[in-house]
């Protein structure tokens, strides 16, 4: 059985740090590009920055040198480290894993992060 849970969203004030966590299970992590992506209130989903199955990084500009995407093979966890944290960084963010060939989707249940004075 396929699971994606994430964890470590929360609250936090501007300029504040979060780490999310995605535990992965139920199919072979080192076969998977990973993402985390964001969906804000009356918004569509969004890719923040995925990692692939090599390590390499890309994120989206409105994000760059604030968040890093990271990943643990054997622990099959992939974590973003959010950092300098903006009111328009609250969104539920979401895990996905997409295998690195067939571009099978696997999504995690959402875990919510809000940044507020």
């Known amino acids: 059985q396929v699971q994606l849970v994430e964890s470590g969203g929360g609250l936090v004030q501007p300029g504040g740090s979060l780490r999310l966590s995605c535990a992965a299970s139920?199919?072979?992590?080192?076969?998977?590009?990973m993402s985390w992506h964001r969906q804000a209130p009356g918004e569509g989903r969004e890719l923040v920055a995925t990692i692939s199955v090599s390590g390499g990084a890309i994120y989206v500009d409105s994000v760059k040198g604030r968040f890093t995407i990271s990943r643990d093979s054997a622990k099959s966890m992939v974590y973003l480290q959010m950092n300098s944290l903006k009111l328009d960084d609250t969104a539920v963010y979401y895990c996905?894993?997409?295998?690195?060939?067939?571009?099978?989707?696997?999504w995690g249940q959402g875990t919510q992060v809000t940044v507020s004075s």
């Open positions: 139920g199919f072979t992590f080192s076969d998977y590009h």
């Open positions: 996905k894993a997409r295998h690195h060939y067939y571009s099978t989707d696997y």
